[in-house]
């Protein structure tokens, strides 16, 4: 099993930056990619972001392309969102996710809590 505790969320103005972490552990030897998905009220789960377990290769969400960043530091089991120019339709719990082999329209094995995100106009 494998453990995800996400930390970062909160409140901020239209135009500002949040930075999400992730930390995983418990079965943390094994190879996992991360990603982050979100839900706003009333929508679907969605995926927004992935990155490979090598930490090269990347994945974002039309939405959020050129915005958020992702990353992780496998010395510390972490993965980070840093989330730039955020919008108020950026609103919704994030989660995050690890899955050895993370693809859109496929549920992690592994889920964090989530983390509120308020984006205010």
């Known amino acids: 099993q494998v453990q995800l505790v996400e930390s970062g969320g909160g409140l901020v103005q239209a135009g500002g930056s949040l930075r999400l972490s992730c930390a995983a552990s418990?079965?943390?030897?094994?190879?996992?990619?991360m990603g982050w998905f979100r839900q706003a009220p009333g929508k679907e789960r969605d995926l927004i972001a992935f990155?490979?377990?090598?930490?090269?290769?990347?994945y974002y969400a039309d939405s959020v392309k050129g915005r958020f960043t992702i990353s992780r530091d496998n010395g510390k089991n972490t993965v980070y969102l840093q989330m730039n120019s955020l919008k108020p339709e950026d609103t919704a719990v994030y989660y995050c996710?690890?899955?050895?082999?993370?693809?859109?329209?496929?549920?992690?094995?592994?889920w964090g809590q989530g983390t509120q995100v308020t984006v205010s106009s």
């Open positions: 996710a690890a899955d050895p082999y993370l693809v859109v329209g496929k549920g992690p094995d592994y």
């Open positions: 418990g079965r943390t030897r094994g190879v996992y990619d």
């Open positions: 990155i490979k377990w090598n930490g090269v290769n990347t």
